[in-house]
């Protein structure tokens, strides 16, 4: 019995849970099998779209690669339908290569794969055709969704401190979850009164507050910093969806989302106090526990005539306005905390290294230029000989 594989692909995930594509189609292949008289030794599955490279399939590439393991079997590589290669004319032509390149021969229940100019003809043009659906179906889809952006509406999968609900009026809107929208406001505004200097400590208070349950990363924080809709405004500028007010209920104004942008941007600087003095190192740079607004520092006359230095907030409104700390007692905490911060030697080591590795590349990197002007030189010199003999 000849040997066949199973190719099988649906475009999403969610075709992939609640459709059971795979399945029938692996089913469907499985009777083609059995009417050829084939022996199935291997099914692959993807749930990835099919425009663009096919080696980005993971499922794909392993099949490749397991024909590459198997050079002296000539497999059949069985496929439900034509449009499970790929909705690309360029990348089907290419697959095809490669099938051809590991004497696979594909085949499908609905078409006939022949080895003629009309055949070849025929399979392109149905591969375009796939190609033309698949764009046009994309086109659709956008349309759609610029249509809902431009009415004012969330039109894509509901983003962090959210989640996309039925509404009787105005459809599948965002609406607010607890407790998550709560600690990204705090960790919005936070961001932007510089209660939090920098992305790493946004990152930090999310996972101490176990925001979603599982631990963030750079890039999502700066996903969630830069992102307009928690203003209550959408705007898409990809589709040309200019600015424009939402239905969905805001976290944060669109004053303290400009705050962000500008301090991602580094358009924010401190602020240096022209009376900046050495007696108050700290002063602007540790944050009142109540409004988290930057904590200022004087000296107090005792009833002798003694000076007494402490720091103290002066925002209108706190509840701790005018209460103050004496300066040894900050300076103290501050100092404990600084001298816990070690890294650790695990740490020191991979630094290590990698600054190792980087000096080492730009020695080498030194050496080669250095080579290279000597040789040019080498020219130089000749070219002067040459014309000092002329």
């Known amino acids: 019995m000849r040997k066949a594989i199973i190719y099988a692909r649906v475009s999403s995930l969610k075709q992939s ?9 692996e089913h469907r292949c499985r009777q083609h099998a059995l009417q ?19 080696m980005q ?4 590439a392993s099949l490749l690669s397991y024909l590459d393991n198997d050079p002296t079997t000539n497999y059949v590589v069985i496929f ?28 499908c229940p609905n078409f006939n794969f022949e080895d003629t100019p009309e055949g070849h003809f025929i399979e392109t043009i149905l591969a375009a055709q796939g190609e033309l659906e698949r ?8 349309q759609k969704h610029k249509a809902r952006l431009e009415k004012g509406y969330w039109a894509f ?18 609406k607010k979850v607890e407790p998550e929208a709560g600690i990204l406001k705090e960790a919005l505004e936070g961001f932007a009164n ?36 928690y203003t209550g405004y959408i705007e898409y500028l990809d589709w040309g969806v200019t600015r424009r007010v939402g239905y969905h209920e805001p976290l944060i104004s669109l004053d303290t989302y400009q705050q962000i942008q500008d301090k991602l941007n580094g358009k924010v600087k401190v602020k240096q106090r022209k009376d900046q003095r050495e007696d108050f190192p700290l002063r602007g740079f540790v944050l009142c526990r109540a409004c988290s607004k930057p904590l200022t520092a004087s000296y107090s006359k005792g009833e002798h005539g003694q000076r007494y ?19 040894s007692v900050i300076e103290e905490q501050f100092e404990a905390i600084l001298k816990a911060i070690q890294p650790r030697e695990a740490t020191m080591q991979i630094t290590k290294a990698v600054l190792m590795d980087i000096w080492d590349k730009r020695q080498k990197n030194a050496e080669s230029i250095k080579r290279k002007n000597e040789q040019e030189l080498d020219e130089i010199r000749v070219r002067m000989k040459n014309i000092l003999d002329r």
């Not at 399939?57 to 794909?60: Q, V």
């Not at 230095?309 to 300066?327: A, D, M, N, V």
């Open 17 to 25: 849970s609640e459709g059971h594509g795979l399945d029938t189609q």
């Open 36 to 54: 050829k008289g084939y022996e199935v030794v291997k099914v692959f599955k993807d749930s990835f779209t099919g425009a663009g490279d096919f």
């Open 57 to 60: 399939r993971p499922a794909m």
């Open 80 to 107: 439900d339908d034509l449009k499970r290669l790929a909705r690309d004319t360029v990348f089907h032509l290419k697959l095809r290569r490669e099938l051809d390149a590991r004497q696979a021969k594909p085949e």
């Open 135 to 142: 764009k046009q179906n994309q086109r659709q889809v956008i």
């Open 157 to 174: 999968n509901s983003i962090p401190g959210y989640r996309m609900v039925k509404d009787a009026i105005h459809g599948n809107i965002l």
């Open 194 to 229: 510089d209660r939090f200097a920098t992305q790493v400590e946004v990152k930090e208070f999310l996972d101490q507050q176990h925001f979603k349950n599982r631990k963030t990363n750079i890039n999502s924080v700066r996903g969630l910093l830069k992102q307009l809709a």
């Open 309 to 327: 230095p402490y720091y103290h907030c002066k925002t209108k409104g706190c509840e701790l306005r005018g209460k103050s700390i004496r300066k």
